[in-house]
């Protein structure tokens, strides 16, 4: 109990002191999940919104397989990655290993099939409220995906938030393919496993409460920047 | 004053303007000494190289260096360090320093190895009285050292009971983990002293040369490796083998205690 207090303290100094490793590190935190949510969204949003207006043979195979992919366990992505990009690996000559690139390409990797199903199961259900419409104002297939991301932001930005969730709590892939170096790509989850294991609880705990903290900062900030729970738009 | 002011001119002037990055694998014992945020300042100041720091197990210190994903590595342990010479890894392994292990444990002592007069008799009572005792289990120097000591007592861990925890987890995490179970643990001197969480457990054995842990710096192959920083590896190596490193290495100390004893043959 006592371990919990001290780390509500060490949050406190490490906080109101601004310890610029603390800034520098939770800086690269947000670089790092934020980017990696951006180019995720890219990728998961159409493909996601594609496979609730697309029948095709096998639809049903690729949807299971992407519902089964939000459980990739990031250690076994980080290892990929880690060989792809190894100087021995096919990807070698990039020189991309330990590098905040590498950190971003694994969480790339592992929130794309998380925000793609959860982007699948909202569009599905609002297809179905749109399929006669759009079919009857005889709009491309282009245009219906778009209409749906446009009118599903809100669901698209649940599933936004819970890639971001699972990107910026996550350590073991970054720890694989970052490789933890301090001032490069030490991150909020990498420091915290190193203070555990030095044993110094109270430094990690109180890290702990910063990226928590972080996290739900960046939560409220994307809810308030898009004002969704206020008057009229709930 | 003026002395100082001329060496501050000096350390001006000779202070390159773009930091140039190496990257070394260590093992985790030695970054939780503390001894890197001491050394590598001062490296940087005195060569312009930025060391970064990848903290692996020496295991897999040595793959990195294999697939030549790191342009040098700092470990501790020998014949693993031979093989990769050998292998072609790296053109050779330069001696540094070496610090010490310790037998930490429950601080009632219930083996009694407080009173041994070797690591290996120390070990011997521990698998006697079957006490509780953590093993690191993840082929790191550490975990190599202890194998060996077990096998110097005629012992084989594979057939230990359930007393023996191999956790496969770096030092602090082992650490932590015998801290819970109030368990016996090998431990190198310096993360033990720096180890912020320890329970009831307290050093019980120490001093004997069996466990000394000397640790050697291997730059990787630029042979087998072209883009590797072989000319960084080679002013580092210069540099950690010389007197300026010697001073920071002897005169470090941890609650008035020495970690580190420098031994490098310098040029």
Request: glycine fraction near 8%; hydrophobic fraction near 50%.
């Amino acid at each position: 109990m006592t371990d919990i207090l001290d780390g509500f303290t060490a949050a406190f100094y490490l906080l109101i002191g601004l310890d610029s490793d603390l800034i520098e590190i939770s800086l690269r935190s947000l670089h790092v999940s934020l980017t990696a949510l951006l180019f995720a969204c890219a990728i998961a949003f159409p493909l996601g919104t594609y496979l609730a207006v697309q029948r095709f043979r096998h639809r049903r195979t690729v949807i299971s397989v992407l519902n089964a992919l939000m459980g990739l366990p990031p250690v076994v992505v980080g290892l990929i990655v880690y060989v792809f990009l190894s100087r021995s690996g096919p990807l070698g000559v990039l020189g991309l290993l330990f590098t905040p690139t590498a950190m971003i390409i694994a969480q790339v990797i592992i929130i794309t099939p998380l925000i793609a199903s959860i982007t699948h199961q909202a569009m599905r259900d609002l297809w179905a409220d749109y399929h006669d419409l759009l079919i009857s104002l005889n709009a491309t297939k282009r245009q219906r995906i778009a209409t749906l991301i446009i009118d599903g932001r809100r669901n698209l930005l649940t599933a936004a938030l819970a890639g971001f969730g699972r990107a910026i709590g996550e350590v073991g892939a970054i720890m694989i393919v970052g490789g933890n170096i301090d001032h490069a790509t030490r991150v909020l989850t990498t420091a915290i496993a190193l203070e555990t294991g030095k044993g110094d609880f109270a430094l990690a705990l109180g890290l702990g409460f910063v990226l928590i903290a972080l996290a739900l900062l960046v939560n409220l900030s994307i809810h308030w920047l898009s004002r969704t729970e206020s008057d009229g738009l709930w | 004053m003026i002395r100082a002011a001329l060496l501050a001119t000096a350390t001006l002037l000779a202070s390159p303007t773009i930091a140039e990055p190496l990257r070394m694998a260590v093992t985790t014992s030695f970054e939780n000494s503390g001894l890197a945020e001491v050394l590598l300042p001062v490296i940087a100041k005195d060569t312009g190289i930025e060391v970064q720091l990848v903290v692996v197990g020496t295991g897999q210190a040595l793959k990195l260096g294999e697939s030549g994903d790191v342009d040098a590595i700092l470990v501790h342990s020998k014949s693993a360090e031979d093989a990769f010479v050998a292998a072609g890894n790296a053109p050779h392994r330069r001696e540094i320093m070496y610090n010490d292990f310790v037998l930490v444990g429950p601080a009632g002592d219930p083996a009694a190895i407080a009173g041994t007069d070797t690591a290996i008799a120390a070990l011997g009572a521990i698998a006697n009285t079957e006490s509780a005792f953590v093993s690191r289990g993840d082929d790191s120097g550490t975990h190599k050292t202890e194998l060996a000591l077990w096998a110097a007592a005629d012992l084989d861990p594979a057939g230990f009971g359930k007393w023996y925890n191999a956790v496969g987890a770096g030092m602090g995490a082992a650490l932590n983990t015998a801290a819970g179970l109030d368990a016996y643990i090998l431990a190198d001197r310096a993360s033990w002293l720096n180890f912020g969480n320890k329970a009831t457990l307290a050093l019980l054995f120490s001093g004997d040369p069996a466990l000394f842990n000397q640790y050697a710096f291997l730059p990787v192959s630029a042979e087998k490796h072209p883009h590797v920083r072989a000319d960084l590896a080679e002013t580092l190596e210069n540099w950690l083998t010389g007197d300026v490193a010697k001073g920071l290495i002897d005169g470090y100390k941890i609650a008035g205690e020495q970690l580190f004893v420098f031994n490098a043959e310098t040029n």
